[in-house]
């Protein structure tokens, strides 16, 4: 955590020096302008409500406007507990197909936590919509279009959550999810949005595995143009009785 904090007053002190103007959340294009650069820093708790351990992780990474419909971007991920170590990089790419849409595109290697320690690879399709509902203030979206966490091992049903599909591959089995994301995003004041979200999703695969979740989750966003402040709560939302894991984030991100 103090490592994060480090690294957001960083992206505050110099990002405060520059003198771009950037929308409310809500009124946002879905893909960066060109030359745009957006570097974020995240901190992730995973945690029970009943007890029991929990595992916090740290993810760096940016993303960069190439095109006017294209977008482009990276991220490294290090488990901070139980210990410090690599758990994940991830690279994506957002093509707009509209103002209010765009195709999302990612791929990672994670690290397998099993025995013996292999690795995996999972890759993931999503639609980033955003339909307003009330000019300035409300708006129906399809999940997050923004601070998405880079996508990981579906058995773990953590990060994949805004995709409407994924798969996974492992040493030990070929997983998959289809799902449809929705939320509604509020913007009640210039300077803060907050997202509710959910909708369902089914994974299936070798071995007979078959998964359905109902996800439900919220985020605060705090604009200080061009510094972006977002903290995240969610419960995956395993229909078999998991709902006791719960996810808490927060994320700095900045413009250049």
Known sequence: MIRLAGFAIVILTTAAAAEQTYPAFIDRPLVLAPGTFQPHAGWELLGFRGGGPTRNSL???ADVGVLRELQIGASLVLTEAPGLGFDRAAARAGVALHPMTVLRLA??????????????YASGIGL????PLLAGTLSLVSGRSFALPPIGRTIEELHFADDLFTLDLNHSNVTATVGFPIGLQLQPIEQLSLLLRSGYRHGFGGGSYSEDWIPVGLDALVSFAPVDLIASAELPGNVRGHADVF???AVAQARF
């Not at 980033?128 to 339909?131: A, E, G, L, Y």
Request: charged share 20%.
């Open 59 to 61: 993810w760096f990474g």
């Open 107 to 120: 791929t990672s290697i994670y690290r397998f936590l099993g025995l013996p320690e292999e690795y995996g």
């Open 128 to 131: 980033s919509i955003k339909i």
């Open 247 to 249: 996810i808490v984030r």
